[in-house]
C-alpha cells in the first residue's frame, strides 16, 4: 500500500511569490495535517483537517492556507514568500476514530525561498 | 499550552552501548505520547507511542513507559547500532475540540559509530 504522498519533493522559490503543496493520505484516511519543519528544529503544526473541514490551526499567519478535497488529498497554499518560509513541509494523515494509532508522514516537500 | 522538552544532543555513543533521550512534556488532560525517528533527507516515522499513564511502548528494541507522575516518556535501548543514527523527536499530541494536533521537541541526533 502507498503512503502518504507529497509533492513537488524540493522547490525553490522566489522572495513574494505564491507555493502549492499536494499531500495524498493512505487510503481510508480521512484526516490530514500539515506541519513546518524548520532546519534543526521540531515540526510546527499548521493545520489539520477531517471530512473536508479544517478543525486545527497552528500559529500561522493568514499568508498560509489549505484546503481538503473530496478524495481527501490535500493543498497546503502560502502566499507572499518570505525568506523564513524556506522548511520542509511534512503532511500527515491518520485513520478516524481516535487519537491513539498514531500519525504517519511523508516524506515532505522542501521549500527554499530565495 | 502544551510543550515537550527533550535532552539536548547531539548524543554520540558507540555501538552496542545503552542509549537514554529523556522527554518530558507539559499538558492538559491526557496526551498520547509518540517518538518518531527521522533519517537524513526523509520524514518522520513513528518508533512507538504510549496512550495512558503506565503503558509501555516498544519497537525494534527501543522502549519507552509513560510517567503521569514525572510527565516524562524517556526512550532506551540497550545496544544501539550505527543504524539507529538519526534524530529523534518526542511528541504529544492532545485531544482538544480544536482537533488533534501533534506538538514536538526539538529533537535530538543521535550518532552511533562502530
Known amino acids: 500500500d502507498a503512503g502518504v504522498t507529497q509533492s513537488p519533493t524540493h522547490l525553490i522559490k522566489t522572495r513574494g511569490q505564491h507555493v502549492t503543496l499536494r499531500c495524498s493520505p493512505i487510503s481510508g484516511h480521512k484526516s490530514v495535517s500539515w506541519y513546518q519543519q524548520v532546519l534543526g528544529q521540531g515540526p510546527q503544526f499548521i493545520f489539520q483537517?477531517?471530512?473536508?473541514?479544517?478543525?486545527g490551526r497552528g500559529n500561522f499567519p493568514d499568508r498560509f492556507s489549505a484546503r481538503q478535497f473530496p478524495n481527501y488529498s490535500s493543498e497546503l497554499n502560502v502566499n507572499a514568500l518570505l525568506l523564513g518560509d524556506s522548511a520542509l513541509y511534512l503532511c500527515?494523515?491518520?485513520?478516524?476514530?481516535?487519537?491513539?494509532?498514531?500519525?504517519?508522514f511523508g516524506s515532505g516537500t522542501r521549500l527554499t525561498v530565495v | 499550552g502544551n510543550s515537550v522538552t527533550q535532552m539536548e544532543g547531539p548524543v554520540t555513543l558507540s555501538e552496542e552501548a545503552f542509549l537514554t533521550i529523556n522527554c518530558t512534556y507539559t499538558a492538559t488532560g491526557y496526551p498520547s505520547l509518540f517518538w518518531y525517528v527521522q533519517y537524513p533527507g526523509e520524514g518522520l516515522q513513528l518508533l512507538l507511542k504510549a496512550t495512558k499513564a503506565d503503558d509501555k511502548g516498544s519497537n525494534k528494541g527501543f522502549e519507552a513507559t509513560y510517567r503521569k507522575e514525572t510527565t516524562s516518556f524517556h526512550l532506551e535501548k540497550g545496544s544501539v547500532q550505527v543504524s539507529d543514527s538519526a534524530v529523534y523527536f518526542c511528541a504529544l499530541s492532545d485531544r482538544g475540540t480544536s482537533g488533534s494536533r501533534l506538538t514536538f521537541g526539538e529533537g535530538t541526533q543521535l550518532t552511533v559509530n562502530p
Open positions: 483537517y477531517y471530512e473536508k473541514e479544517e478543525r
Open positions: 500527515a494523515s491518520r485513520p478516524s476514530g481516535g487519537l491513539d494509532y498514531g500519525y504517519t
